[in-house]
């Protein structure tokens, strides 16, 4: 009886681990839409103890509906309900919006990610071991990096974007590099 193996190496048997992903604009949404939520589920719990008997005192529901009696068509009412309708539009907008993505691969490690504050501090980093730079600030998404530099001259522009996409060269997707000089000027 022959039996064969077959064996597989671990780089095609381990999937690289995917890129982190930020909660997203409904990260801030939710905590908001569950304290509503709870607000409505003590009206309607109160509402439902009344009903039963359980508890007595007056409607706030019934209350609300008398108050709101009579009300005729006006502007505010137009307002406030137009207002409503693009609140709730954005509620849904945002709970189905895609969620934010913060981090860059590393091209020779598959699964190895760097978030965008990290590129910008290697970025930061590199463009201040150039000669003549002075200081170096950095901002930084997934696609762009801007430098800015307080220099010695303008002429280090080229240096630094030259040795902050050095730097960044190992990442998957090098992002756009752009360097802002704030040099002194030379009056004659």
């Known amino acids: 009886m022959t039996t064969t ?10 999937r690289a681990a995917g890129a982190r992903t930020g909660a997203g604009r409904v990260g801030a949404l ?9 607000a409505l589920a003590v009206v309607v719990g109160r509402e439902a103890a ?32 137009c207002a409503a309708v693009v609140l709730g539009a954005w509620c849904v907008a945002t709970g189905l919006s ?5 981090a860059v691969a590393l091209a020779a490690t598959p699964g190895v990610h760097l978030g965008v504050r990290d590129v910008a501090r290697l970025a930061s980093g590199a463009a201040r071991r150039c000669d003549g730079v002075l200081e170096a600030r950095t901002s930084a998404s997934r696609r762009t990096v801007t430098v800015t530099v ?26 756009r590099v752009r360097v802002r000089v704030q040099a002194p000027e030379v009056s004659s």
């Open 5 to 14: 193996t077959t064996t597989t190496t671990t780089a095609a048997a381990a």
């Open 30 to 38: 939710g905590p908001v839409l569950a304290v509503l939520l709870l």
């Open 50 to 81: 009344l009903g039963l008997g359980w508890a007595s005192g007056t409607s706030w529901l019934t209350a609300a509906a008398d108050a709101l009696d009579g009300l005729a068509p006006s502007v505010a009412v137009v307002v406030a309900s």
């Open 98 to 102: 895609r969620r934010s993505r913060k």
């Open 150 to 175: 307080r220099a010695t001259s303008a002429a280090v522009r080229d240096d630094v974007r030259e040795t902050v996409a050095t730097q960044l060269a190992p990442l998957a997707r090098a992002p």
